[in-house]
């Protein structure tokens, strides 16, 4: 399978505090875009980091990249009860419209 | 307009219907997708569709066919589904290969 793999699967804070999350995926990629996706509806796009950049900023989430290891990590800061949701990496090859998801992680943001 | 719109949210359909799902997005991309989603796993690629032609097929099922009448519109056939086969079915657009895809809200599909 080409599915990325992400971890933890599941992840239960409080609020206030941070949620990190990592994807680790298989081939070299053009970019890889990270999601969340409320009660099983549609996916929201977050961020997306393109294969030659490092990090990249929006609001209260942090992105890095690290190709040579084949991995992301998405970083929530002061999370709030309503980022409580699933989050999935998808990344996409050289070459293809092709995006494939990791198998997500849940979190739980506690008020 | 940055929506892909989805219909309809919910089907129920039995094993000798035929239905399609719909999709439609205005915002000029040129990629459109099917991808199939059981609780709690992620989305599966079905189908991808670049400047109107079948670019990737999934090894779908035949009981699926897709079509894409026009650069804005998506569709998904559906025929003799089975039970398994019940499943959140979500359309997303993207304008290219290096930029972001955009998401419908999704078909939540019961086949009975």
């Known amino acids: 399978s080409q599915q990325g793999e992400e971890d933890p699967q599941a992840l239960s804070i409080q609020e206030g505090e941070n949620a990190t999350m990592n994807c680790s995926y298989k081939t070299s990629i053009n970019n890889l875009q990270w999601y969340r996706q409320n009660s099983g509806r549609g996916l929201v796009h977050l961020i997306l980091?393109?294969?030659?950049?490092r990090e990249k900023h929006s609001g209260r989430l942090r992105v890095t990249l690290d190709t040579s290891k084949k991995s992301s990590s998405l970083l929530i800061t002061a999370s709030r009860a309503a980022d409580t949701a699933s989050y999935f990496c998808?990344?996409?090859?050289?070459?293809?419209?092709?995006?494939?998801f990791g198998t997500g992680t849940r979190l739980k943001v506690l008020a | 307009d940055t929506e892909v719109t989805q219909t309809p949210k919910h089907l129920v359909m039995g094993m000798t219907n035929k239905k399609s799902l719909k999709c439609e997005q205005h915002?000029?991309?040129?990629?459109m997708y099917w991808y199939k989603q059981k609780a709690k796993k992620p989305p599966e690629l079905m189908f991808v569709y670049s400047y109107e032609k079948l670019s990737i097929n999934e090894s779908v099922p035949s009981r699926f066919s897709p079509e894409c009448p026009n650069s804005s519109l998506l569709n998904l056939h559906l025929h003799a589904l089975q039970p398994e086969d019940s499943a959140l079915y979500l359309c997303?657009?993207?304008?290219?290969?290096?930029?972001?895809?955009?998401f419908g809200q999704g078909t939540r599909l019961t086949v009975v």
């Open positions: 915002m000029g991309h040129r990629a």
């Open positions: 980091i393109r294969s030659n950049e």
């Open positions: 998808a990344s996409t090859s050289s070459g293809t419209y092709k995006y494939i």
């Open positions: 997303a657009s993207s304008q290219e290969m290096r930029g972001g895809a955009f």
